[in-house]
């Protein structure tokens, strides 16, 4: 499944949140062992003042009860408590008061209104006349409102507000608490397992719908991907009239789909004016061939003919060579008409196969022809139709070119499939020709470079004055497993 585009973009949103949960936990895990050193010194206190101003203030207003307020400055030095316990494993730990550390509530006037005194402690000191001038003037910061004594408590003077802060303080509130303790190996522990917990539920409920995500957003690319990859394969086949589906997004697909659809249309452009050009091409050769050939026999047959009714009535045997002569001439014209019939047909190879039909070709050609042609198959192996079909023409063009000028008493044709390539080779022993003056010799030796050159191949021709001519055609052997095999023996 994950080899595909589909799985691993399923795979890679999955991991994605995964990993996105993982880092969190990991965050989380540093918050937590930063708060098991310290926690935050100013939230600790603020929970002293939030929790005993509000209790204490009950007391003094709308009236004073002194022994009320008495009574709660005893409850509250034997609990011992300042604040309350954490609500979350965030929150920060309950302020203890220091024991046996004394407690004090102070008229805006600096008299004592209830205190807890132990029997040691003299009369009320301050630590601090700063401090208390700042909680006597309604200071609201935490920060000024505190000291660390020698011991390292926090000797704190909090001002009671009323329920209206913009009028003045009814008193002070003056007490040591104890330091921000650490959090404590359990809590740490409790708070880690809390932390994973809560991520493996978020895992568990959020890693299907990231891979839900993935395959469903995977889908559509890969679906888009698809449509062009088998547009992409009609054009290899050699089908420009499928194009890839309209994409109205503003991405990479769909700028390689534009740029696909423009490229179809150059290409469908140029095979037309390829085709345009090769039919002229083909009719030149044509008009060369039949200029070459048929018109010149034409015109000594009818040399020999006028020749024959001259010397009709005076000379028979003379008219008899003639009229033979002619004969001959009629049957060249015919033979040559028929392999251009030939060479205007596409091949068929009618189920006999490539090989086969090629064979047969060889063999009909040297009954016909006069020069005996043997035919030899190395190694054969499948190529496409196209490849076939241009080896059986340029055998045609090689074998006619044998029999109208080579003088051949021999000719011989050889097939040979190697890894790479096919090799078509046509030899004789006739008189050979000059090749620098083969383009104009009406060969047909340009069509075959042209056709061979259009699916990649090339020509080779080996010749001399009276030393024979071999000509090879070579075309590359496509390597793309659409090639079925066609029964190349019948």
């Not at 691993?8 to 995964?18: E, F, G, P, S």
């Not at 003042?49 to 009950?58: G, K, M, N, S």
């Not at 034997?78 to 220091?98: C, M, Y």
């Not at 003056?174 to 932390?195: Q, R």
């Amino acid at each position: 499944m994950f080899k595909g585009l589909r799985g691993r973009l399923t795979l890679t949103y999955t991991l994605v949140t995964v990993l996105a949960l993982m880092a969190l936990e990991f965050i989380l895990f540093i918050v937590l062992a930063a708060n098991y050193t310290i926690y935050d010194q100013d939230g600790y206190l603020n929970d002293v003042v939030y929790t005993l101003v509000p209790e204490a203030r009950a007391y003094l207003q709308p009236e004073q009860d002194l022994p009320g307020l008495q009574v709660w400055l005893e409850t509250l030095a034997r609990t011992g408590k300042a604040s309350l316990e954490p609500q979350d494993p965030f929150d920060s730990p309950a302020a203890r008061i220091v024991p046996d550390s004394p407690l004090y509530v102070l008229s805006p006037q600096r008299e004592i209104l209830a205190q807890i005194r132990p029997a040691e402690e003299g009369p009320f000191t301050s630590h601090s006349n700063e401090i208390i001038e700042k909680a006597l003037a309604g200071r609201e910061s935490i920060s000024d409102l505190h000291m660390v004594d020698e011991n390292g408590n926090y000797w704190v003077a909090i001002p009671i507000f009323q329920e209206d802060h913009n009028k003045p303080v009814l008193g002070i509130l003056v007490l040591t608490v104890e330091p921000v303790p650490g959090m404590s190996i359990k809590e740490l522990f409790d708070s880690i397992s809390a932390a994973m917990l809560a991520g493996l539920v978020m895992l568990l409920a959020l890693a299907p719908f990231g891979a839900i995500f993935g395959y469903i957003i995977s889908k559509k690319l890969t679906g888009r991907l698809q449509n062009l990859s088998i547009v992409a394969q009609a054009w290899g086949n050699g089908d420009f009239a499928i194009m890839p589906p309209p994409d109205r997004r503003k991405d990479e697909i769909s700028a390689l789909s534009q740029q696909m659809r423009e490229m179809a249309l150059r290409i469908h452009s140029q095979w037309q004016d390829l085709q345009v050009l090769t039919q002229m091409r083909e009719r030149n050769r044509l008009a060369q061939e039949l200029h070459d050939t048929v018109k010149q026999q034409t015109f000594a047959t009818l040399m020999q003919v006028r020749a024959a009714r001259n010397r009709l009535h005076t000379d028979v045997d003379s008219t008899e060579k003639s009229l033979i002569e002619a004969e001959n001439l009629i049957k060249a014209s015919q033979q040559e008409l028929a392999s251009m019939i030939a060479e205007l047909r596409p091949p068929s190879f009618e189920g006999k196969g490539f090989t086969r039909a090629l064979h047969e070709f060889v063999d009909n050609w040297s009954n016909l022809s006069c020069i005996p042609a043997s035919f030899k198959v190395n190694g054969e192996k499948i190529i496409s139709e196209e490849a076939e079909h241009t080896l059986y023409r340029i055998a045609q063009e090689g074998l006619s070119n044998v029999s109208r000028h080579s003088r051949a008493s021999a000719a011989v044709v050889d097939l040979c499939y190697d890894d790479n390539e096919v090799r078509l080779e046509i030899r004789d022993n006739g008189i050979g020709f000059d090749i620098s003056q083969y383009q104009s010799s009406g060969f047909g030796l340009t069509s075959m470079q042209e056709r061979l050159k259009d699916l990649g191949g090339r020509l080779e021709i080996r010749t001399g004055k009276d030393s024979g001519t071999t000509l090879t055609a070579a075309l590359p052997i496509a390597s793309a497993p659409a090639l079925e095999k066609r029964g190349a023996n019948g």
